[in-house]
């Protein structure tokens, strides 16, 4: 069984059973956060005003992992998820969060149906022999659908 989410955003979303919708996210405004098991925080972004094309999404990707790269992360990969019907271009940074926890943080331009919405996900490093978990990233992007 799994969550399903029709968001005022303009995207559904089919979250594994067990996802936690946080009311009130600290993200801010035009953004919605998600909960899902093992530690795993999904944040979707309303931003088509400044992303008109998928050129612009993978930009958008690449700005916003800054902002973990400005807090000693290291670049772990890049690239295009190869997801059916979309484009999905992600950079994933490995970083410390303020308590010293090692995380991994993937920000990721989508673009499908001409629309644009962002995604960043978060979740703990637990074995670095498996990071970064491209494969789950995958399948939380797959899920999202923008209309």
């Known amino acids: 069984m799994s969550v399903h989410i029709e968001s005022p955003l303009g995207f559904t979303a089919d979250f594994p059973e ?6 009130d996210s600290a993200a801010g405004p035009n953004t ?14 309303k931003d088509d005003a400044s992303v008109t094309d998928a050129p612009g999404a993978n930009g958008w990707a690449h700005v916003m992992s800054d ?25 994933l940074v490995g970083y410390s969060d303020p308590a010293g926890a090692a995380r991994v943080a993937a920000t990721v331009g989508v ?37």
């Open 18 to 23: 067990h996802t936690q919708v946080l009311e």
């Open 32 to 45: 919605e956060q998600y909960g899902l098991l093992g530690g795993v925080l999904v944040t979707v972004i």
């Open 67 to 91: 902002f973990y790269r400005e807090r000693a992360g290291v670049l772990l990969t890049e690239g295009e998820l190869n997801l059916p019907g979309k484009s999905a271009y992600a950079v």
């Open 111 to 147: 673009w499908e149906n001409n629309r644009f919405i962002g995604v960043v996900v978060i979740w703990p490093s637990v074995n670095p022999e498996t990071e970064p978990r491209v494969y789950m990233l995958k399948d939380i992007v797959s899920s999202i659908s923008v209309a």
